[in-house]
C-alpha cells in the first residue's frame, strides 16, 4: 500500500502539530468539507512523499511552498512527476497566495473538480 505509510506516521504527525502560518489558514477554507462537499486530508503521505493536503475524491494534491522551496525546485518537480505517474495532479502556490487570494485557491480546485469530471464551464 502506497497511502499512509506506517514509518511515516510520526512525521505526518509531527508536521499537522507544527503547521505554518499559511498551512493553518488554508486548512481553515477545506477542512469539514467546506468546498463543493470534498474531503481533504493534512499531511497525507503516498509512498515516500508527504502532501500538505489531499483530496482523495479527486486525487488531488494542495502544495504550499515557502522560502525553503526556491532552492529544491528540482525535487518538486521529481515529487510532482512521481505523483502524477499514478494520477495524482498537483496544484502549488506559495504561501503568501493563502493569505493574499483564498478565493483564487478555491476556484482553482472547483475548476479542477469540473474538469476532471468532464463537466464544460
Known amino acids: 500500500m ?12 509531527q508536521l499537522r502539530n507544527h503547521s505554518t502560518s499559511a498551512e ?3 486548512w481553515n477554507l477545506l477542512k469539514g468539507k467546506q468546498i463543493d462537499g470534498l474531503k481533504f486530508r493534512r499531511q497525507h503521505s503516498f509512498a515516500n512523499y508527504i502532501m500538505d493536503f489531499y483530496c482523495p475524491a479527486l486525487n488531488l494534491a494542495i502544495e504550499l511552498d515557502g522560502e525553503v522551496h526556491r532552492y529544491q525546485e528540482a525535487y518538486d518537480q521529481k515529487r510532482d512527476q512521481y505523483l502524477s505517474t499514478h494520477d ?3 496544484l502549488r502556490y506559495e504561501n503568501r497566495f493563502v493569505f493574499e487570494y483564498p478565493e483564487q485557491i478555491i476556484q482553482d480546485i472547483l475548476d479542477f473538480k469540473k474538469k476532471s469530471s468532464g463537466q464544460i464551464t
Open 2 to 13: 502506497l497511502n499512509n505509510r506506517t514509518y511515516l506516521k510520526k512525521f505526518r504527525k
Open 24 to 26: 493553518a489558514t488554508l
Open 88 to 90: 495524482i495532479h498537483v
